[in-house]
């Protein structure tokens, strides 16, 4: 580890935790995405539970710990003091299709995409409505998390206590 503290990045799906985790020559930082970590996939009560564990037994060990925006997961690092910032993508036309562009690119239905757009605007406006995090980071358009993992990591370091 190269920093102090362990910094926790909150992001949708789409926005480069996997990629990122699954490359750690684009960081000189430590990296783990707790998702890539966890063998249960099915049973959503064991999802959980494992994916708590991990987080836990992440914070610490690593420089940089990246979650997804799941209440579950943001709804436990309140309520037990763990300070995350978020990373989404900018909210408009061109970053919904964009986002759309990013799932059909993963395989996921084209006739859900009307659907994933409402979902996307309004998980957004969710986000940026929450104080809690430390701060906010906004992917433009063709940005990823590793396009912007160092002003994450300049920002958020001075504000961990």
């Not at 986000?127 to 433009?140: R, V």
């Amino acid at each position: 580890m190269i920093l102090n503290k362990s910094i926790v990045v909150a992001s949708i799906y789409c926005c480069g935790k996997t990629y990122l985790h699954n490359h750690p020559e684009l960081s000189k930082y430590s990296i783990v995405e707790i998702e890539s970590l966890i063998d249960v996939k099915s049973d959503d009560k064991e999802f959980r539970k494992a994916y708590i564990e991990k987080l836990k037994d992440s914070i610490g060990k690593y420089d940089i710990i990246l979650v997804t925006v799941h209440r579950f997961v943001i709804h436990y690092m309140k309520s037990n003091g763990i300070q995350f910032c978020y990373a989404y993508p900018k909210c408009n036309v061109s970053s919904c299709d964009e986002w759309s562009r990013r799932n059909k690119q993963r395989g996921y239905d084209a006739g859900l995409a009307s659907v994933r757009q409402i979902w996307f605007a309004d998980l957004i406006n969710r986000l940026k409505q929450d104080n809690y995090a430390l701060h906010h980071f906004i992917l433009n358009k063709n940005q990823y998390l590793s396009d912007i993992i160092d002003e994450i990591v300049s920002v958020c370091s001075q504000s961990i206590l």
